[in-house]
C-alpha cells in the first residue's frame, strides 16, 4: 500500500512538524543534562524515533484534546444541569449503540488484517467503509421504527445526537495505525474537538446558555468535515482500481468472517450504553446524569490508555505472526503490561484517595454524590488496563471465540446485574454494574492469555 504524502495537507503538515521537532529536541534535552552513562542509553531511543514520536504525538495531541473536551463536557453538565444532561447523554448512548453496529467489529480485527494480509489491503478498506455505510443506513431505519418503546422524540436534534455517535465508526482509524501514523490519525481527532469546543465556548460565552439543539449541529458537523478529509486522503493510496473490488460477495465475506468478534462487541452496550438506558428507565434523567458525569473522570485515565493502546496494538499484531518466538512473545507482554498500569496509576490514585477533592474541582454542588463512587471506579481502571493488553493478545493470536466466550460472559453478567441492582441502588448499582462484571472479564482475559503464552502452538 502506498504511503501518505504528508505534505499536500498543509494544516496537518504543520501541526505534524511541530510535534516531531518537538520529540527531537526533547530527546535532545534530555541527552545533555543527564549524566554520561544515561544520556548513551538515552541516545539508544533514537533508534526508535517513531514509536516515539507516535507516542508523543498520541499522548501531546489527545491530552491537549481531551483534556480540553473534559472540561467542555464539565461545562455542559453544569449549564445544562443534571436533568438535561443526562437526557443528553440517554440520546449519546443510544448513538454509542449504533456506533457498535456501524463498525461490527472491525475496530478489532481489521488492523490484525491489514497486517497479516496486506495483498487484499484495498479490498479491505474499501468494503469495510462500504459495509460501515450500509450497517449506519439500518440502524436509522431501527431507530424510526423502535422511537416508541425507546421513548425518543423524532426530531432534528434527536437524530443528530444519535446518528454523530456512529460517524465515529466509520474513520479509518486501522489504516493509519497500519502505517504506523498514529500521531497523523490524532491531529484529525484534535482538529474535530478544536472545531466542536470552538463552536460551544462561543455559544456558552455569547449567551450564557446551551441548548441540545447547538449540541447536536456542532458534534454533527464537526464528525462529517473530518470524515470528508480523511477519505480523501485515504482513497489517495489505494490501487487505481479500488473501485473494482467493491462488490457484494465482498461485504459478504465480511459479515459472515467478522460475524463472532461483530456480536461480541456488540455485546459491550452491556458494559457502557445499556446501563445507562436501564438507569433512564428505573430512576430519572438526574441520575443518568450524574452517572454520566463520573464517566467522564473515569474516561481521562481510559482515555490515555487507549492512546498507549493504539501505539501497543499493530506491535502486538506481529507478535502474534507464526514466525515470532514463544520468549519473544512474553517479553513484549511483560513490558507492555507495565507500561499500561504506569500510564494508569496518574489518574487512577487521585480518584482512588481523593474523590471529594476532585468531584469539588470539577463539578458544581449538583454533582457531590460522585465522591461516593469515584474509588469505585478509580480501581476499575486499573484492571481495565490490564485487560487492554491481553484483549489485543487474544485477538492477534486469532484466539477469537476465546475472546468472544469471556467478552460475551462479561456482557451477560452486566446485564443481569444491571436489571437486579439498579433498581434498587441507582447511580451506586450502574457503578458497580460497569465496573465489576467487566473487571472479572479482564481477569479471564489475563489467565487466557497466560495459559497460551505458555503454549501457544
Known amino acids: 500500500m502506498k504511503s501518505i504524502i504528508k505534505n499536500k495537507n498543509k494544516i496537518l503538515y504543520a501541526i505534524d512538524q511541530g510535534?516531531?521537532?518537538?520529540?527531537?529536541?526533547?530527546?535532545?534535552?534530555?541527552?545533555?543534562?543527564?549524566?554520561?552513562?544515561?544520556?548513551?542509553?538515552?541516545?539508544?531511543?533514537?533508534?526508535?524515533?517513531?514509536?516515539?514520536?507516535?507516542?508523543?504525538?498520541?499522548?501531546?495531541?489527545?491530552?491537549?484534546?481531551?483534556?480540553?473536551?473534559?472540561?467542555?463536557?464539565?461545562?455542559?453538565?453544569?449549564?445544562?444541569?443534571?436533568?438535561?444532561?443526562?437526557?443528553?447523554?440517554?440520546?449519546?448512548?443510544?448513538?454509542?449503540?449504533?456506533?457498535?453496529?456501524?463498525?461490527?467489529?472491525?475496530?478489532?480485527?481489521?488492523?490484525?488484517?491489514?497486517?497479516?494480509?496486506?495483498?487484499?489491503?484495498?479490498?479491505?478498506?474499501?468494503?469495510?467503509?462500504?459495509?460501515?455505510?450500509?450497517?449506519?443506513?439500518?440502524?436509522?431505519?431501527?431507530?424510526?421504527?423502535?422511537?416508541?418503546?425507546?421513548?425518543?422524540?423524532?426530531?432534528?436534534?434527536?437524530?443528530?445526537?444519535?446518528?454523530?455517535?456512529?460517524?465515529?465508526?466509520?474513520?479509518?482509524q486501522p489504516v493509519y495505525e497500519t502505517l504506523r501514523m498514529m500521531s497523523w490519525h490524532s491531529i484529525y481527532n484534535i482538529l474535530q474537538k478544536s472545531f466542536y469546543l470552538f463552536f460551544i465556548w462561543i455559544t456558552i460565552l455569547s449567551t450564557g446558555s446551551l441548548n441540545l439543539g447547538v449540541l447536536s449541529i456542532v458534534l454533527f458537523l464537526s464528525w462529517i468535515l473530518i470524515l470528508v478529509g480523511q477519505i480523501i486522503e485515504v482513497k489517495s493510496i489505494l490501487d487505481s482500481n479500488w473501485k473494482q473490488t467493491i462488490n457484494i460477495q465482498n461485504i459478504k465475506n465480511l459479515y459472515k468472517d467478522n460475524f463472532i468478534i461483530a456480536l461480541s462487541c456488540f455485546f459491550g452496550i452491556a458494559f457502557g450504553p445499556l446501563i445507562r438506558l436501564i438507569l433512564n428507565k428505573y430512576t430519572d434523567s438526574t441520575s443518568v446524569g450524574i452517572y454520566a458525569a463520573g464517566l467522564q473522570i473515569y474516561l481521562i485515565g481510559k482515555f490515555i490508555l487507549n492512546q498507549v493502546g493504539r501505539v501497543g496494538n499493530p506491535m502486538m499484531a506481529e507478535v502474534g505472526k507464526n514466525d515470532c518466538s514463544i520468549e519473544k512473545r512474553r517479553k513484549f507482554v511483560n513490558n507492555y503490561l507495565l507500561v499500561m498500569i504506569a500510564s494508569t496509576l496518574p489518574f487512577a490514585i487521585p480518584i482512588i484517595f481523593f474523590p471529594r477533592f476532585v468531584t469539588s474541582l470539577f463539578f458544581s454542588h449538583e454533582y457531590s454524590e460522585l465522591a461516593h463512587y469515584l474509588p469505585i471506579l478509580g480501581m476499575y481502571l486499573v484492571v481495565f488496563a490490564i485487560g487492554v493488553v491481553f484483549t489485543q493478545f487474544l485477538i492477534s493470536m486469532r484466539k477469537d471465540r476465546t475472546y468472544f466466550a469471556i467478552y460475551i460472559g462479561g456482557a451477560i453478567l452486566t446485564f443481569i446485574t444491571s436489571y437486579i441492582i439498579i433498581p434498587e441502588l441507582g447511580v451506586l448499582g450502574a457503578v458497580l454494574s460497569l465496573c465489576i462484571p467487566h473487571a472479572l472479564s479482564c481477569i479471564c482475559y489475563c489467565l487466557f492469555s497466560l495459559n497460551f503464552l505458555k503454549d501457544v502452538r
Open 19 to 172: 510535534v516531531i521537532q518537538f520529540v527531537s529536541l526533547t530527546l535532545l534535552l534530555v541527552e545533555k543534562i543527564t549524566p554520561k552513562n544515561l544520556s548513551a542509553k538515552i541516545a539508544l531511543l533514537r533508534e526508535h524515533q517513531t514509536a516515539l514520536y507516535n507516542v508523543f504525538g498520541l499522548m501531546i495531541l489527545n491530552a491537549i484534546g481531551g483534556f480540553l473536551l473534559l472540561l467542555t463536557q464539565v461545562k455542559i453538565a453544569n449549564v445544562l444541569g443534571a436533568s438535561v444532561y443526562g437526557l443528553y447523554s440517554y440520546y449519546i448512548a443510544l448513538g454509542e449503540v449504533g456506533a457498535m453496529v456501524v463498525r461490527y467489529g472491525r475496530n478489532k480485527t481489521m488492523l490484525r488484517d491489514l497486517v497479516q494480509k496486506p495483498e487484499i489491503r484495498t479490498s479491505l478498506i474499501t468494503n469495510t467503509f462500504v459495509l460501515g455505510l450500509l450497517n449506519l443506513f439500518l440502524y436509522f431505519i431501527i431507530i424510526l421504527i423502535l422511537n416508541n418503546p425507546l421513548d425518543i422524540t423524532i426530531n432534528i436534534t434527536t437524530i443528530l445526537l444519535i446518528i454523530s455517535p456512529c460517524l465515529v465508526s466509520l474513520d479509518f
